[in-house]
């Protein structure tokens, strides 16, 4: 069982920064790719980016493909995204997520462990 504890997130403003941090429990951590997804208000839950479990390969879907960046630690037991130039559109819950595999998806479904979600508030 895996554990996964989202924190970073907060109010920032348009064009502003942050860097959510996902620590999760469990010697198996390297061994899963993990993925973080968003859900706004009234939306489906959505994937923002994902990386394979040796930090090899990233994937982003388009509308942050350049702003924002995945990046992991294994040591550490934790994942990181990095977001540049926020929109407010970016408005979100932010999840992290794990994946008992080493290669990520982009589907909601293919998650096995959920964290509990950090808020994301970009004001315009």
């Known amino acids: 069982q895996v554990q996964l504890v989202e924190s970073g997130g907060g109010l920032v403003q348009t064009g502003g920064s942050l860097r959510l941090s996902c620590a999760a429990s469990?010697?198996?951590?390297?061994?899963?790719?993990m993925g973080w997804f968003r859900q706004a208000p009234g939306k489906e839950r959505e994937f923002v980016a994902a990386?394979?479990?040796?930090?090899?390969?990233?994937y982003y879907a388009a509308f942050v493909k350049g702003r924002f960046t995945i990046s992991r630690d294994n040591a550490k037991n934790t994942v990181y995204l990095q977001m540049n130039s926020l929109k407010p559109e970016d408005t979100a819950v932010y999840y992290c997520?794990?994946?008992?595999?080493?290669?990520?998806?982009?589907?909601?479904?293919?998650?096995?462990?959920w964290g509990q979600g950090t808020q994301v508030t970009v004001s315009s």
């Open positions: 997520a794990g994946r008992r595999s080493l290669v990520p998806l982009t589907s909601t479904r293919e998650y096995d462990y």
């Open positions: 469990g010697r198996t951590f390297s061994t899963y790719a």
């Open positions: 990386i394979k479990w040796n930090g090899g390969n990233t």
